[in-house]
């Protein structure tokens, strides 16, 4: 099962609707790491082995190549553009049907390919 991590800029309604589906979901504020940057954000995830979500496609993009370059590992990112909840949660519901956390290990998913 896909363990998800929440980034700062990603609503948390998704973690409750995710959680009432018994998913585990853990947010930023939960974690107590709101202000961290970034690569705090991704290295807390990869520490607790969770795949982290961000509509912060750019620095996390860079962030993901960043750490390949350097041979560093992530458990997996999942960027996104800012869309409604609904759609969101159910993009993410396909995703964790579908595929399983050791494919997601240092990659980016795009949930844009789980929209329909």
């Known amino acids: 099962m896909i363990r998800l991590y929440l980034d700062e800029d990603v609503h948390e309604d998704i973690a409750m609707a995710l959680r009432l589906r018994g998913h585990d979901v853990k947010t930023t504020k939960e974690a107590g790491n709101r202000g961290l940057s970034d690569i705090e954000q991704l290295k807390y995830a990869t520490k607790k082995d969770r795949v982290i ?37 159910k993009a993410l519901l396909r995703l964790f049907y579908n595929i399983d956390s ?12 789980w929209v329909r």
Not at 56 to 78: R, T, V, Y
Not at 102 to 113: A, F, G, P, R, T
């Open 102 to 113: 050791e494919k997601i290990k240092n990659n980016i998913i795009w949930l844009s390919d």
């Open 53 to 89: 979500i961000s509509f912060n496609i750019a620095d996390f993009n860079k962030l993901h190549s960043e750490f390949m370059k350097n041979g560093m590992k992530h458990s997996g990112i999942i960027l996104s553009k800012q869309l409604p909840v609904g759609i969101i949660v």
